[in-house]
């Protein structure tokens, strides 16, 4: 079984910065994807930003220049920087990794974690 454990939530004043981490451990042979998604109060989860294996992230439009995600294949590490923070971002962060079961992949989330940006 995998499990992916987050950290560095909390609240911030508008502007400001956090950094969400999240790590996979358990029997992992490889991942395909790991990354961040969110989910706000009376919203569908949303992408907002997720790396493949060889190093490649993508984005969502809303976080283009504000976020940053780092990748540690070694560790089973994924590190989300959050900068120019807005209110619009607050949310529960799920960390998110993408898994080969056989012949599909598997999604495994973390239990989340609540940012919230005062304005």
């Known amino acids: 079984q995998v499990q992916l454990v987050e950290s560095g939530g909390g609240l911030v004043q508008g502007g400001r910065s956090l950094r969400l981490s999240c790590a996979a451990s358990?029997?992992?042979?490889?991942?395909?994807?790991m990354g961040w998604y969110r989910q706000a109060p009376g919203k569908q989860r949303e992408l907002v930003a997720v790396a493949a294996s060889g190093g490649r992230s993508n984005y969502a439009d809303f976080v283009k220049g504000r976020f940053t995600l780092s990748r540690d294949n070694a560790k089973n590490t994924v590190s989300l920087q959050m900068n120019s923070l807005k209110s619009e971002d607050t949310a529960v962060y799920y960390c998110n990794a993408q898994l080969p079961a056989g012949p599909r992949i598997r999604d495994y989330w973390g239990q989340g974690t609540q940012v919230t940006v005062s304005s």
């Open positions: 358990g029997i992992i042979f490889s991942i395909n994807t």
